[in-house]
């Protein structure tokens, strides 16, 4: 069909506007061939003619309002401008859909406000998907890209392109952050993270404010993100291109520097910044020339924080941020030092300038060099070097260009350090680039950047040409369709005209070499040289421009600053300065590259590395870098497969979904758009599945054409039938290809059919009801003919005498009737009397037996109540008592504590004593060593000796009556021996007997716990084994004692012996006599020498002295006993001095003395407190007479406390030791005299025989400290073992405590379980009877295993016994290698869990608790493994988890906890476990049985999940109303081609079939039906949140009939749900949301009072998902009508009071929480047969 034919009336065009740029119109009259004018009516109502042009050029023609909000434009049946522009607005405006797919373009419109389209979820909805299977969006490109890059293994790049402010950035960083959440690495370096950390950085120091865009990117970026060859990312690299350094020194009204100058001026004042010295950004040139320095909801501060967190997370140090932020702060101050004028020519600045000053001392450069250079230039000559000044406004240039390069310099180097932390070991495999590239630019002043700009543009767009051309020509290949030739725009002109050689950029360098090059002489040369090319042009009114034809628009161009820019020059002198700076950064950023050195800098190349050129004449200009950089990104993108995205600004103002025709317009020219719409518009762009087209227009074919089988054959031969034109249409191998408007014909005839049916329809309807209301109307007429006629025929009939007969007749009718009715009466009156008798009589008699039966169950309720009442008495009196009872223990255990610190003081003062004897031990060694001294002044003494006879009489009685005073002393000490001897055996005795009698009465406690039975016996044995060793370790104590006691008699006997001797020496006195006769003459002379050695003899002594009584007690004594020394002749100053040592040692027996006595107090007070808490304690045993672990830990209390007593005759020893020690030392002293006058009597002869006995005193003081330090050793020995005691009752206590809390759950228990006969027995009786009936069922089993031959059958007691070695085995076979196929079908219900449970009774049976806990364990880790092994499996977890959960009910259920065993028979209660509590191992299977159902539940829902969205969506299980849409959308993955029978198509039913699949499963193994219950609740709630996400993603699936499709497959889920009785379990509401979307597809959206009724019916989908639903909606047909953006707008006013979450989309992934309920088993274990088939033999049951 020719296109002039459609336009025909009711059709409707578009036609220019100059507001609107294109405005609808409706056609009047039908077009005919040969006519000028068209008659037009607008929307408006207005009519016009529009002349048609050239004699026939036709208007545009619109799209059918079907067709408008597309997906993909390409779709659409009229491609042209108008139409794309009026499908973006209806998307935009109305539906506020944001993005639209061009055929492989991405239109996104910047929305300018914050949508919820990009969380995770979303996310995930879009990873996996085709593009086309969800709406348009970012993630949908993004995951294109990665699918191919995984398929094809070849690397993929997104161009995201558009003007400033178009939302370039935000799309590249959305499409990063999809890559870093669907390709996680895994690894420890989150190098995802680091790449998306990278945006904030590059933004900061990349982006600016500008009139259009608050976020400006001033530079082009192009990142390749690698991946390994699992694909996932592991690294990154960032290319830059064409930074806009002009901004750093100038900036229009109304716009900003650089984001990060105005970051560190907000931060001035932190301390971290304060070495910069900044100001305010007002205060800084180079930040406020724009006038504006905040941006309207940016907090600068905020940003510098994110800023340098991104820093740190890159791994960038803090010297690295000092150093940038150092030169940002430099440029800054640069900025603001003053130049001044020196006349025309010369300038100047002052030496003085405070940022000058700052920026040559934070760059380290020289101020007098800058103050210099900054304002003169060296011009080199071929004779001489001349130093010119220059003149202000070049000064303030260089100084710009200066800021402009080091910023620049700064930008590549913190570019370098980003690739840096962004670069992972690895070998890259493949990676994905996304290019953030400016878009075609034109403004009113154009110049270089533009220029550039639009160039590389130019080749962009070029390179989208080829690509476009390319796949269209791949699809027609695909299809076997021949492929014509198609022109399309070729701007390869435009290039060769910019970069051909004499082209723009050839020429600008070759000017930019002239020293005196201007811009005026290139444009000349422009004119000259290009003059005649087609698209470059003069303009007419200017001289300093030219204009270029651009492929989106003409340019015009100003040369001004083109020749300063590409040159982009800076003074040597300067360069020298910076690269002489003490600041390394910045001497790095001007360094000299060597062409032939392999030495890396730390500059940046942008897009290729930098190549300089020996002459300083010829340096690479910006135009040829420019050029080099965009040759290598193509040959990038040429090597990949590129995917683009263009970003549309809707409007200048940046108002949210606001739509500005004029401004959209121009863009989709500049971007390729409407280019790649002419290309689709010259061949076929229209392009339809046969079963889209098929299940489309069937309603054209007829009832022969429909009966073919073949779908494909049909399609041909009606589409020939409607089109006879066979060049409008072409059949591929699995679509139909149409050319621009057959698919709007189609439609034509479509809607024609139906209007034809609807007056079909109509028309019979209308006669049907005409029909009915004309029959109503005659039946209505002959009934009131009849009664007419009737009336008549009465009156024509009826006489005088026959109304007498009538009369009379009715008369005799009356009474016999009367008499007839009365007869009647009595009788039924008589018999309702007797029946009213006899019902009154049965009436009072149940009354009476009611009243009785009242009365009765009144007497038994009062009983009853009675009962309860005391019954609920007891039970709180027991409660108190249990309070009581702790709060007791608890004072008893701070008692206990108390104990412990007390033990704790005696401890350390038992160290204080021995660190005493060590000194005493000291002290002996220094007397050793002054004995020796003595020995050596013996000649001395000698002398003095016969000079002294006299003195040596008197100094004989006084030793006579020392040895007296000895002897006493000895007496004394003797008998206190004996009394401290005959002291300490009574308190042993005394604590012999209260540790026995401790014994007998825990044995009295022992006696009285044996009533608790077999559950108690094995904790009273440990008790017994206890005490029996305390006894014990009492007497070796005891006997340590009795040894002890014989070592004193020993001590005393040597003291005796002692004695002895000293009688021998005195014998001696009368040889002694005659000797110091001689020595009388030897007197005089020895004055002089033993005064000298008296002196050093008594400064000796008193130290003796003071050492042996202490500093402070013996100072007193010391100073008497030296006065007492002074009163005396100096001959006996020895004697003074052995009676001060003599008194010494009293002292020291005195302190001694009192130390015994605290000694003795110490342990008197601990025998009060032993007998305190003995009293105690017997008070807590009354209380605690039931509790006999409670007893028993008092006991351990007290033998503890007892042990701990222990300690006191150690210290009694030690007491003992010291006063041996005493003893030793005063049998030394008279030894010693002895020896002395024994020296004086014999001389010379007895000097050997002295010297050998002091030698065997020394041996002997030797013995006696080796025996000091090995019993020294003992006490430390017993000191670690009463710790260990002690730790070990710590220890004791927390185990006691754990018994003391089991005890009360099992005390709990048993009260519960006994709770009815606490009236008739107490608690002893019971457990005295029960104990007995155990002891006689042992027996009775006992009796029956000794019998050969039993009499009658036996009886089982439900436990099966297995040996420990058959353990492995029997778990092998009841679980490892356990079937689950048939033996849920063909025996018991968790037939394994009872076996197992049987084999856990027995070994509870026999109280073995290793037995038990092992097997146990092995359950545990055998059901984990098998889990592991085959998690896959569906009916193997559902049958594990149907068995661990029979499992975990036995174990509740035979626990013999009350509250499981209110359903038991008694039989039953009697299998309870007697000796475990099970309670830990329950835990554990429960989370066991969670594990499993979580992996049983993820299993189903990948089975599932596959089935949901072609299921409960897209298959129509409503015949005869098709929800397809008439799209010929066409899929663009370019990775799959389907050929359309391939998949596998999956309706409603498949989804029953899986359930069904999964329910049978769970009936076979007998799964609880709560258990079940919440897993088909589980699987509903993904059916629902699936299909409610494909949704909210799926325009095409917001229709009326889609609406209706939902909602009868929702019925055929809660038939299904009604078939298995699975209506309790709550799955349908999790169906909720999923149902009222399909109520809101399907209810009239046009009125106040529907959106009211949307608000109340809709109350569990969110304010967001009900407004994105709304937007969606699109209608099926031309009859449905859209919905209008007014009642959207009242819908959302309404739902702004409604709380709800702000997410889109609903979590799929939410897991209910599970719960195991407990369901008592009805099956007997002592009934259970062990199958034979499952190979048992080796258990036996019992």
Known sequence: MALSELYTKYNRVWIPDAENVWKSAEILTDFKPGDTVLDLQLEDGTELQYPLEGGGKLPPLRNPDILVGENDLTALSYLHEPAVLHNLKVRFVESKIIYTYCGIILVAVNPYKQLPIYGDAVIHAYSGQNMGDLDPHIFAVAEEAYKQMARNNKNQSIIVSGESGAGKTVSARYAMRYFAVVSKSGSKTRVEDKVLASNPITEAIGNAKTTRNDNSSRFGKYTEISSDKRYQIIGANMRTYLLEKSRVVFQSDNERNYHIFYQMCACANQPEFKGLRLLGADRFNYTRLGGETEIEGVDDRADMTETRRTFSLLGLKDSFQADVFKVLAAILHLGNVVIKENGSEKSSIGSRDPHLAIFCELMGVNMDNMCRWLCHRRIVLSAETVVKPQPRERAINGRDALAKHIYSHLFDYVIHKINQALMVPGKQHSFIGVLDIYGFETFDINSFEQFCI??????????????????????????????????????????????????ILDLLDEECLFPQGTDKNWLQKLYNFLGSKPLFEKPRMSNDSFVIQHFADKVEYQCKGFLEKNRDTLYE?????????????????????????????????????????????????????????????????????????????????????????????????????????????????????????????????????????EKKQTCKTVLQKLIPDSDQYKFGRTKIFFRAGQVAYLEKLRLDHLRAACVTIQKHARGWRQRRRFLHMRQAAITIQQYVRGKKQIRRTVTALALKQGWAAVVIQRHCRGYLVRTIYQLILRAAVTIQAFTRGWRARRRYRKMVAEHKALVLQKYARAWLARRRFQTMRRLVINVQLSYRVQQLRKKIEEQNKENLGLVERLTSLSNARTQGLERIQTLEVELGKLTNEKAAFEERARTNSEEANQAIALLQSDKEKLTETNKALEK??????????????????????????????????????????????????????????????????????????????????????????????????????????????????????????????????????????????????????????????????FDAMEKAAKGMETQLREQKDTYESQLETLVFK????????????????????????????????????????????????????????????????????????????????????????????????????????EMERQMADLQEENEQIQKAQLSESEAKNKLRQETSRLTAENMDFEEQLDMKDRLIKRLQDQVKALQTNVTANQKAAPTGPKEYLGMLEYKKEDESRLIRTLILELKPRGVGVHMIPGLASHLLFMCVRHADYLNDGNKLKSLMNGIISAIKEVITNRQESCELLSFWLSNTYHFLNCLKQYSGDEEFMKHNTPRQNKNCLMNFDLSEHRQILSDLAINIYHQFISVMEDALFPMIIPGMLEHESLQGISSMKPTGFRKRSSSVYEDGDGSEAFSVSSI???????????????????????????????????????????????????????????????????????????????????????????????????????????????????????????????????ITPSFVRKVQTLLQEREGSSQLMMDSQYRFQVTFPFCSSPQALELLQVPSSLHLGFVTRI
């Open 454 to 503: 639009n160039y590389a543009n130019e080749k962009l767009q070029q390179q989208f040409n080829l690509h476009v051309f390319k796949l269209e020509q791949e699809e027609y290949m695909k299809e076997d369709i021949p492929w014509t030739l198609i022109d399309f725009y070729d701007n390869q002109p435009v290039i060769d005209l910019i970069e051909a050689k004499m082209g």
């Open 573 to 709: 002198e300067l360069v020298d300065i910076m690269r002489a700076s003490q600041f390394a950064v910045l001497a790095d950023f001007f360094k000299e590259e060597e062409p032939n050195s392999g030495h890396k800098t730390i500059k940046v190349t942008p897009a290729h590395p930098r190549v300089k050129a020996s002459n300083k004449q010829l340096r690479t200009t910006v135009g040829d870098k420019f050029r080099s950089s965009l040759y290598l990104l193509m040959e990038t993108l040429n090597a990949t497969t590129p995917h683009y995205v263009r970003c549309i600004k809707p409007n200048e103002e940046k108002l949210p979904f606001e739509y500005d025709s004029k401004r959209v317009v121009q863009q989709l020219r500049a971007c390729g758009v409407l280019e790649t719409i002419r290309i689709s518009a010259q061949s076929y762009p229209s392009r339809w599945t046969y079963i889209e087209f098929y299940s489309r227009y069937s309603i054209l074919m007829s009832q022969s054409e429909l009966k073919l089988g």
């Open 976 to 1137: 206190k021996l004996k009394d401290t001897t005959l002291q300490m055996q009574d308190q042993f005795e005394d604590v012999k007997r209260k540790l026995m009698e401790d014994l007998e009465r825990e044995e009295r406690l022992r006696k009285v716990a044996e009533h608790n039975g077999e559950l108690q016996k094995e904790d009273s044995d440990k008790e017994i084994v206890v005490l029996k060793e305390e006894s014990r370790r009492l007497r070796e104590e005891r006997i340590r004692l009795q040894t002890q006691v014989e070592e004193d008699g020993k001590v005393n006997a040597e003291l005796q012996e002692q004695v002895l001797q000293l009688s021998k020496h005195v014998k001696v006195i009368p040889d002694l006599r005659k000797e110091i006769n001689s020595l009388q003459m030897q007197r005089a002379e020895a004055d002089k020498t033993t005064r000298s050695q008296n002196l050093q003899t008594r400064a000796k002594m008193s130290l003796i002295t003071r050492q042996l009584l202490g500093e402070a007690k013996g100072e007193n004594l010391i100073q008497r006993l030296n006065e007492e020394a002074l009163d005396h002749d100096d001959g006996a100053d020895l004697l003074t001095a």
């Open 1170 to 1273: 032993n007998e305190h808490l003995n009293k105690e304690n017997e008070q807590l045993q009354a209380l605690f007479q039931e509790k006999s672990d409670v007893n028993q830990s008092i006991g351990q209390e007290v033998a503890r406390l007892a042990a701990e007593n222990m300690v006191i005759p150690e210290l009694k020893q030690q007491v003992s030791e010291l006063n041996r020690h005493k003893q030793e030392l005063e049998t030394q002293l008279q030894d010693q005299s002895s020896e002395m006058s024994a020296k004086i009597k014999e001389l010379s002869s007895e000097l050997q025989l002295t010297v050998e006995e002091e030698r065997s005193q020394r041996r002997h003081l030797e013995e006696k400290i080796t025996e000091s330090e090995r019993r020294r050793e």
């Open 1552 to 1682: 029953l079939q899986q359930l069904d699949s999964f329910h049978t499963g769970m009936e076979q193994h007998s799964m609880e039906p709560q258990l079940k219950g919440q897993v088909i609740r589980q699987l509903f709630f993904l059916i629902g949140s699936t299909s409610v996400n494909s949704i909210l993603l799926r325009k095409d699936l917001c229709s009326c009939r889609k609406g209706m499709q939902i909602r009868c497959n929702i019925s055929y889920l809660e038939e299904w749900l009604r078939e298995k009785d699975l209506q309790s379990s709550s799955a349908m509401e999790t169906l909720g949301p999923l149902s009222q979307v399909a109520w809101l597809l399907q209810v009239n959206k046009t009125t106040d009072e529907d959106a009211a009724e949307i608000k109340q019916r809709c109350s569990e989908l969110s304010p967001v998902q009900i407004v994105k639903i709304l937007n969606s909606y699109t209608p099926i047909d031309d009859f449905e009508k859209r």
